[in-house]
T-cell receptor
Framework: SQKIEQNSEALNIQEGKTATLTCNYT??????LQWYRQDPGRGPVFLLL?????KEKRKERLKVTFDTTLKQSLFHITASQPADSATYLC????????FGKGTRLHILP | DGGITQSPKYLFRKEGQNVTLSCEQN?????MYWYRQDPGQGLRLIYY???????QKGDIAEGYSVSREKKESFPLTVTSAQKNPTAFYLC?????????????FGEGSRLTVL
């Protein structure tokens, strides 16, 4: 069955450092992959989309990579800030979007 | 402002009662979705609709029903047949239901069964 794995434990990163979140998927070949941010008690908010023919995508302090051979996407936040603390969801898509469980990120001041 | 609105934000229900969660969007999006989120879990797809008067079951449709009579509205009914309905429910829409596009989410409805 299709499976998505994100860092199961919360990630604690010192302010100013780069946070790297991992998304691995198995048993399917998504045409593209999305990343969302979710704050407690709120709906997810779209951040970035990367297509299977793109290796890397950037938006401000965010960078996403997509390796279809490894079946993995990495999500980087550079110069991290306490306001970046949230849960980040990975969502690969082929015929439908499937969400990972998310990684809770804590940026420590 | 354009957006997607869910109501109510919090809802309490007694066992055996049906409840309906509202979802309205003014983004002129064709596709709409309902997800369920449990603590520490990812979003699981309940139902989705790519066009008015048509909808499909997602991965966990049992005990739920939907309608799509208008483009902007996609209400979800949690029936008494749903064994474990306490959860956070999220509605989303996208410009088209095909292989493109980001999802725009509402703020969610938290249902608690007493």
């Amino acid at each position: 069955s299709q499976k998505i794995e994100q860092n199961s434990e919360a990630l604690n990163i010192q302010e100013g450092k780069t946070a790297t979140l991992t998304c691995n998927y198995t048993n399917y070949s998504p045409a593209y992959l999305q990343w969302y941010r979710q704050d407690p008690g709120r709906g997810p908010v779209f951040l970035l989309l990367i297509r299977e023919n793109e290796k890397e995508k950037r938006k401000e302090r965010l960078k996403v990579t997509f390796d279809t051979t490894l079946k993995q996407s990495l999500f980087h936040i550079t110069a991290s800030q306490p306001a970046d603390s949230a849960t980040y969801l990975c969502a690969p898509r082929d015929d439908k979007i499937i969400f990972g469980k998310g990684t809770r990120l804590h940026i420590l001041p | 402002d354009g957006g997607i609105t869910q109501s109510p934000k919090y809802l309490f229900r007694k066992e055996g009662q049906n409840v309906t969660l509202s979802c309205e969007q003014n983004l002129n999006h064709d596709a709409m979705y309902w997800y369920r989120q449990d603590p520490g879990q990812g979003l699981r797809l309940i139902y989705y609709s790519q066009i008015v008067n048509d909808f499909q079951k997602g991965d966990i449709a049992e005990g739920y029903s939907v309608s799509r009579e208008k483009k902007e509205s996609f209400p979800l009914t949690v029936t008494s047949a749903q064994k474990n309905p306490t959860a956070f429910y999220l509605c989303a829409s996208s410009l088209e239901g095909g292989n493109n596009g980001e999802l725009f989410f509402g703020e969610g409805s938290r249902l608690t069964v007493l």
